[in-house]
């Protein structure tokens, strides 16, 4: 498998990963980045078709014979097992931290912002031994359903999002696992994608309002794990 990278994915972009310290233990526990099931996260509409795609799709399904093997059976079904296959990793692209993304993501102050770069991401995830369809690094467009035209290559779906989510300005990691041979819904919550966090994490944040020992904690967590980068706090001045 390959990892294809977005065309208007500049490779010198900072990302951001706002987590708790459960998440930031686990990240650098495992080494490895995780790519939750697309079911699993937040927004309940990921991956959904765009109204144009929908109707196409219904149509086609329509079509099929009413004794066809195939064990997917109409285009909400085919939908289904789309999100059930399909594993991401978000993060924010901003030159600085965000203080929105600090309230929604790290939720309280014990929480810690992850820095990287599309081009540390894109050179220290460790993607050799994945199987599936497509492997996928890019920016999210943000559109209302109706105002997309055509039809998609379906794991283009899960790089749309509707305008009110356009705060977050995310690109993702997209891993696709649907297989027309042989298709599936028994898949599991998610992928533990290997990373070399040493280089692919630049800099580390602890929430603005966080104690002085939260900070010490992280301190003493990068250094057990030989991060060899700066950990300070947040600041309230970026939005």
Wanted: overall charge neutral; hydrophobic content about 35%; proline content about 4%.
């Amino acid at each position: 498998m390959q990892l294809k990278i977005g065309k208007d994915l500049d490779a010198r972009e900072k990302l951001w990963r706002y987590m708790n310290l459960a998440k930031f233990i686990s990240l650098l526990d495992k080494q490895s980045l995780w790519l939750a099931r697309a079911d699993t996260v937040r927004d309940k509409h990921e991956g959904r078709f765009p109204d144009e795609m929908r109707k196409a799709t219904e149509k086609a399904y329509e079509a099929f014979p009413a004794d066809d093997p195939s064990p997917v059976k109409d285009a909400a079904d085919f939908q289904d097992y789309l999100v059930k296959n399909t594993f991401l990793s978000c993060w924010h692209k901003n030159l600085d931290e965000n203080m929105i993304m600090w309230e929604i993501y790290g939720r309280n102050d014990e929480a810690v912002a992850v820095q990287t770069s599309v081009a540390a991401l894109r050179d220290n995830i460790s993607y050799s031994r994945l199987t599936g369809h497509s492997l996928i690094l890019d920016n999210v467009t943000y559109m209302r359903s109706d105002q997309v035209k055509g039809i998609l290559e379906y794991e283009r779906c899960f790089f749309l999002k509707r305008p009110h989510f356009k705060f977050e300005e995310e690109v993702r990691l997209s891993l696709d696992t649907y297989s027309t041979r042989s298709p599936t819904k028994n898949t599991p919550n998610g992928y533990e994608l290997p990373a070399a966090l040493k280089k692919l994490i630049e800099g580390v944040l602890v929430h603005p309002d966080s104690s002085f020992w939260f900070l010490d904690a992280v301190k003493s967590l990068t250094k057990k794990y030989g991060l060899e980068v700066e950990v300070r706090p947040g600041s309230h001045g970026n939005t």
